[in-house]
């Protein structure tokens, strides 16, 4: 059974920095990443990273934020850096799985980042 374990998030002030983790257990992964919602919003891709270390970021947070991943330890990072109030919203890891050649999405439960003065 795939389960996904997210830390990290909380209150920020504009300008201050955050880091969430996400452990993930119960497969072997090709890649892990992040999403987040904001309220009245659809889900948004943040960025991703495969299991050989490449990453890809959205442009609304190039430059600000970094995905690491450790793969001994299964679990995904994401520093947010300089932060805006655009980025307050709930924080989904992701990881995915192939079963029978098919990439399988798996999702963690969120959370929260809230970035106000």
């Known amino acids: 059974q795939v389960q996904l374990v997210e830390s990290g998030g909380g209150l920020v002030q504009p300008g201050g920095s955050l880091r969430l983790s996400c452990a993930a257990s119960g497969s072997i992964f090709t890649a892990m990443g992040w999403y987040r919602q904001a309220p009245g919003k659809g889900r948004e891709w943040v960025a991703i990273?495969?299991?050989?270390?490449?990453?890809n970021y959205a442009d609304s947070v190039k430059g600000r934020f970094t995905i690491s991943i450790d793969n001994v330890k299964n679990t995904v990072y994401l520093q947010m850096n300089n932060l805006k109030p655009q980025d307050a919203a709930v924080y989904y890891c992701?990881?995915?799985?192939?079963?029978?050649?098919?990439?399988?999405?798996?999702w963690g439960p969120g959370t929260p980042v809230t970035v106000s003065s």
């Open positions: 990273i495969s299991t050989g270390g490449r990453q």
């Open positions: 992701n990881a995915v799985s192939v079963v029978d050649g098919i990439n399988v999405n798996h």
